[in-house]
């Protein structure tokens, strides 16, 4: 079945159009008939990507991202692989990318949480080599890695810097987790290709930031994710507005700023963003950092499926895949426009 969307504005990721129809089953469509929905006063954008979650719970919590016009979600640490791949299944909600098992330290705030998987351990850069290889095999859609301690707790330089080598020589994108300033020096100097989070303990300085630059690594600084833990750790000097004025400097060296949050339900962790309703709350606060609404909304949309390889989604185009978010009023002026979610179809199918 197809529907047509009538006298709707559309965002392309740098404008919202005049009115026009806009016509889909599984995908984008030149033509057609079937349902008809009135988008006047509307405005129609891609499906939103989460550039950063985790899903515990299960379809659920892919339920709730779908309902709030969250279509595609890139997780960041699940396991075991049979429950990735359930998750990967589902239909109707929001689709799932993962990591599965990220690489930590010995000693971190990851390894020691209840369940980790020791194979997630990676303390030399043979085992490093080794454990690209299981995630490969696993189908990981990228690598995550925890650079946040030194050794003993820490992965070294050297294990980071063969993480990265090996994973770029399987074709995989490679995600650093950096919530300080030196995490981010390690991930830098390894090479990664997105750092996630922002550092809570200082704004990352101008010669770092320059790097990041000249080698191209994009941020997704899960501002939603900063904030909430800058309360809860907030004895240990973390400050939100370290994370804020970094993600300020970002836009302004022209370094690629994604939309993720860190959403999840993990027990531990040291704030729960909710799954799908923070991604507003989310470009919210990258337009107070210093991105235009527009600017934002391409970071949840086109430049998070360009980033990620997703090269059906992310725009609204004729052979696209229809993950498609109705909202009342222009976000594209107002980013809180988001909210206003009126429908949300997934591969063409309406969420309820």
């Known amino acids: ?66 309902r709030a016009g969250v279509t595609t979600v890139l997780d960041m640490a699940a396991w075991p692989i049979a429950f990735v791949d359930e998750m990967r299944r589902q239909k109707g909600v929001a689709q ?14 990851q390894a020691r949480m209840p369940g980790f998987p020791a194979e997630g351990i990676v303390t030399t850069p043979g085992e490093a080599r080794a454990f690209v290889a299981r995630r490969v095999a696993d ?66 300085d101008d010669d770092t930031i320059a790097r990041m630059r000249e080698i191209g690594m994009v941020s997704v600084p899960t501002l939603t994710m900063m904030e909430g833990s800058a309360k809860a750790f907030a004895g240990a000097g973390f400050r939100y507005e370290h994370a804020r004025d970094t993600v300020t400097k970002f836009r302004d060296a022209g370094i690629r700023v994604l939309a993720g949050t860190d959403a999840n339900s993990t027990p531990g962790a040291p704030f729960a963003p909710k799954h799908g309703e923070s991604l507003h709350h989310e470009l919210g606060l990258l337009v107070a950092a210093g991105l235009t609404p527009v600017e934002a909304l391409a970071g949840a949309t086109s430049l998070a499926a360009r980033t990620f390889g997703l090269g059906d989604r992310g725009v ?20 809180t426009a988001t909210r206003n979610v009126a429908a949300v179809w997934v591969a063409g199918e309406r969420v309820r």
């Open 1 to 66: 079945m197809t529907t047509a969307i009538e006298n709707v504005r559309v965002f392309d990721g740098t404008a919202v159009s005049a009115p026009r129809r806009v016509v889909f089953g599984e995908t984008v469509s030149g033509d057609g008939a079937g349902t008809v929905v009135d988008g006047e006063g509307k405005v129609l954008l891609p499906g939103l990507i989460d550039a950063h979650v985790h899903v515990v719970r299960g379809r659920t919590e892919l339920e709730d991202f779908a």
């Open 96 to 109: 799932v990318l993962s990591a599965t098992i990220p690489a930590v330290g010995p000693g971190g705030h």
């Open 139 to 204: 189908g990981a859609d990228y690598l995550k890695i925890v650079t946040e301690a030194a050794p003993p707790e820490g992965m070294d330089q050297a294990t980071v810097n063969a993480l990265v080598e090996a994973a770029h020589e399987h074709g995989l994108l490679v995600v650093a987790h950096s919530v300080t300033t030196g995490a981010f020096r390690i991930a830098v100097q390894a090479g990664a290709d997105v750092s996630t989070h922002a550092p809570l303990d200082a704004v990352l």
């Open 316 to 335: 609204i185009a004729e052979g696209m895949r229809a993950d498609l978010v109705l909202v009342d009023g222009d976000p594209s002026a107002d980013v």
